[in-house]
């Protein structure tokens, strides 16, 4: 399976840190959002907001992802939202030339 992340928004709003948009295998998933709380940083996909006839605010999830297929998006999107910074090449010292 191809994923492919296209854009990454970072944001920092309570413990949202950004948005993303995936492509997978051609389909496109946009406002996927980038959570950090006290635990890791984890994704969230898309949902949508309705009223229950008492007030309450509910929340569903618009696209659902099959279990493997979400972590693999969410190591993805984590890998490219904060890339490990890489170690600099070890430069070789020469001895001077006689």
């Known amino acids: 399976m191809n994923i492919r992340v296209e854009e990454i928004r970072k944001l920092e709003r309570g413990s949202i ?10 389909i496109r998933i946009s ?8 635990r890791d940083p ?4 898309p949902q949508r907001s309705y009223q229950m006839t ?4 509910r929340y569903s999830n618009i696209v ?8 693999e998006v969410e190591k993805a999107i984590l890998r490219f939202w904060n890339p490990q910074p890489q ?3 070890v430069q070789e010292e ?5």
């Open 17 to 26: 840190r950004g948005f993303a948009i995936v492509n997978i295998d051609g």
């Open 31 to 38: 406002h996927i959002r980038i959570v950090h709380s006290e």
């Open 42 to 45: 984890r994704i969230e996909m």
């Open 54 to 57: 008492n007030g309450e605010r």
């Open 64 to 71: 659902e992802l099959p279990d493997d297929l979400k972590r």
């Open 87 to 89: 170690p600099l090449p």
């Open 94 to 98: 020469r001895a001077p030339a006689a």
